[in-house]
């Protein structure tokens, strides 16, 4: 088998002398995907083309422009399409676990095919930069070749044992010798998934949980975010894959539509045996919640959220700490759950600091994201705006606004706002309230133990990191900071930036359930239940 090796687009091209032809590869790719927009698009159950009686339409929070028509579906939709799925569970759930990672790394490789088109349609869909749309498809390409990998080296997560016979025990007792038995130990796929995606990572979030459900033998019902912050058009995208990679009908289903109706049909109905969910912990709590109160059992594997912290010790590398601090909290308007968006300075380098973290933010570019020179590109939506502008009112009201705050007027009826630093207390709900907005609040400390204690003295537990070359310090950190994914002296980025295979995504306290990670060894056995199977001859 060949060794795992993640697709790194950009720095392959970077490394090799040819960034000119990865912005031209994905400037036409923009022309030729906006060629294509304004269509009215189906959802698919059970293979065929479904049109509700209403519909959606999407716009890019670039310039407001039509992206396309999209189906409103609704609970009938979502019953239709849980029907057609558990239809499909039984002879999908059979088939060998080699045909299933096979097609599983087919989709890996169209996906690889069509990656700049379906960047060009994430950037245009939700804004991001060319570096975060195609980073993004990249990691969906590494999640579906990574847990592909990961079952057939486990080989389908099954394993035997022999016990030899003794005929001399005639009565059991817990542990007695008896007669020969033989031994399966197997992992077996619950049955019909939902899986409920968020709008800041709509191809690599949605492709690595509908993967993980699929090449366990799961049948996937999956909803795209389709209510205000809508990314409906790579959801559809995700299916055309899954379909041309030869996934049978019914085995991928696809419903655009509320939450309050698909999402909720998702949740609550009993032929649904697990959820996959990456958003807010109130959604996320309220499925589990609902379905506790409703008798029903559902496997929860889950992502709710972050409110990411990073220390910046007087014996930091001050120049790195302020690259990774910035690309952390600003890349995509800060509208990541592994978005940096806590910082606890040493009090003695404050001012410095501060000083050089202003002069940095103010040199990052805003505008039009499919332009490759701007940073940072706009909100997802009039509501994501409305949170950024009352997170400011209270940082003046309760604290200093050191930069930033206001809406920028260019060229395109997009919210586009300026990346804000505030100071405020550690009390202040700025500092507990995860905003997804490109706001930095920052405060000091006077020793390392105060510092911890503040970073974490909060609901999350995600991403956080440290800049220190103090080894007692370091030690100290490693051994006490309470989140999954810990970065020390990250130049690159302070808390994003996980990769497939070497990092795991997890969230411990209520940004996750299960503490198991993505792009792990443990992903896939969440997707399955254990049983062991003994026969005695």
């Known amino acids: ?16 002398g040819r960034e000119p032809e990865f912005d031209r590869l994905f400037d036409e790719a923009v022309i030729r995907v906006k060629q294509e927009l304004g269509k009215t698009y189906p959802i698919f159950i059970g293979g065929k083309e479904v049109f509700s ?29 849980i029907f057609s799925a558990k239809a499909a569970f039984t002879e999908w759930s059979a088939s060998d676990y080699r045909k299933r990672s096979q097609l599983i790394r087919s989709a890996a490789d169209i996906f690889s095919r069509d990656k700049f088109k379906i960047a060009a349609i994430l950037s245009i869909e939700n804004g991001k930069s060319r ?37 001399k025990a005639r009565l059991g007792f817990q542990g007695s010798p008896g007669g020969a038995e033989s031994i399966t130990i197997r992992m077996e796929p619950y049955g019909v ?55 049978p009908d019914g085995v991928f289903n696809i419903v655009t539509g509320p939450g309050s109706e698909v999402g909720d049909e998702i949740a609550s109905n009993p032929d649904v045996s697990g ?48 690259n990774g601090i910035v690309g952390a909290a600003f890349g995509y308007s800060g509208q990541k759950c592994s978005a940096l968006s806590r910082v606890y300075v040493h009090k003695s380098i404050k001012e410095e600091f501060m000083s050089k973290l202003v002069e940095q933010t103010r040199r990052l570019q805003i ?63 700025i500092m507990h309230t995860e905003l997804f907005a490109p706001i930095l609040a920052v405060t000091t400390y006077e020793n390392i133990e105060d510092a911890l204690r503040m970073a974490n003295d909060i609901d999350y537990g995600l991403c956080a990191s440290l800049y220190s070359k103090n080894r007692k310090e370091i030690n100290y950190f490693s051994s006490e900071i309470k989140a999954g994914v810990v970065y020390i002296n990250r130049r690159s980025s302070a808390t994003t930036g996980a990769i497939v295979g070497k990092h795991t995504f997890v969230g411990w306290k209520w940004s996750g359930l299960t503490g198991k990670g993505t792009g792990s060894r443990f992903y896939l056995q969440q997707f399955m239940r254990e049983q062991s199977l003994s026969i005695s001859s």
């Open 1 to 16: 088998m060949k060794t795992f090796e993640n697709e790194s687009t950009y720095k392959k091209f970077l490394e090799t």
């Open 53 to 81: 009686k209403d519909q959606l339409e999407e716009y890019s929070p670039i310039d407001r422009s039509l992206i396309g028509r999209f189906q409103k579906g609704g609970r009938e939709e979502a019953k239709a399409a």
């Open 131 to 167: 570096y975060e749309s195609i980073g993004e498809v990249d990691e969906a390409i590494d999640f579906l070749r990574y847990y592909s990998d990961d079952i057939t080296a486990n080989k389908g997560y099954v394993r035997k044992a022999k016990i030899l016979g003794d005929e």
């Open 193 to 247: 998934f939902g899986v409920i995606a968020p709008f800041n990572f709509p191809i690599s979030i949605s492709v690595g949980m509908s993967s993980g459900a699929l090449i366990t033998g799961n049948t996937v019902v999956f909803k795209p975010s389709s209510t205000d912050n809508m990314t409906m058009l790579t959801g559809l995208e995700i299916y055309h894959i899954f379909k041309e990679a030869g996934l």
């Open 275 to 322: 959820i996959a969910f990456t958003g807010s912990k109130s959604t996320g709590m309220g499925m589990i919640s609902k379905n506790i109160n409703l008798g029903q059992h559902k496997v929860f594997v889950v992502e709710m959220g972050g409110k990411n912290p990073s220390i910046v010790s007087k014996y930091a590398d001050t120049d790195s700490a302020l």
């Open 367 to 429: 505008g039009d994201p499919l332009k490759k020179e701007n940073y940072v590109g706009p909100m997802i939506s009039e509501s994501a705006y409305n949170r950024y502008a009352k997170a400011i009112e209270e940082a003046k009201r309760s604290g200093r606004l050191i930069y930033g705050g206001n809406r920028v007027k260019i060229n395109l009826n997009g919210y586009y706002v300026e990346p804000a630093i505030v100071e405020v207390d550690h009390e202040n709900p």
